[in-house]
Nanobody, 116 residues
Framework: QVQLVESGGGLVQVGGSLRLSCAASGNIRFSITATGWYRQAPGKQREWVALIRSDGYINYADSVKGRFTISRDNAKSTMYLQMNSLKPEDTAVYYC?????????WGQGMQVTVSS
């Protein structure tokens, strides 16, 4: 059993910043996992935002490149998403995702609202 607990979402003005966290616990070896963030805006499909693999490889969706930074602390089994220069179109429910072997785990989702 693996649990992912997200925190850090909320309401922010355009141009502001938020830092999302996702803490993993349970039957998981966080250091070998591939981890990422996704988001789902109202009326839209869930979309991938960023990923960071156990080998250090990082990639971002074009829509957030240069504004968002993904990171992880394996010792704390926690991943982060630093979001800067937020735009109204970043408004969505954000989900963390952790993949270990053939299994995929999701956080409960948290709302991020960017007001103009």
């Amino acid at each position: 059993q693996v649990q992912l607990v997200e925190s850090g979402g909320g309401l922010v003005q355009v141009g502001g910043s938020l830092r999302l966290s996702c803490a993993a616990s349970g039957n998981i070896r966080f250091s070998i996992t591939a981890t990422g963030w996704y988001r789902q805006a109202p009326g839209k499909q869930r979309e991938w935002v960023a990923l960071i693999r156990s080998d250090g490889y990082i990639n971002y969706a074009d829509s957030v490149k240069g504004r968002f930074t993904i990171s992880r602390d394996n010792a704390k089994s926690t991943m982060y998403l630093q979001m800067n220069s937020l735009k109204p179109e970043d408004t969505a429910v954000y989900y963390c995702n952790v993949n270990q072997y053939a299994l995929s785990y999701w956080g409960q989702g948290m709302q991020v609202t960017v007001s103009s």
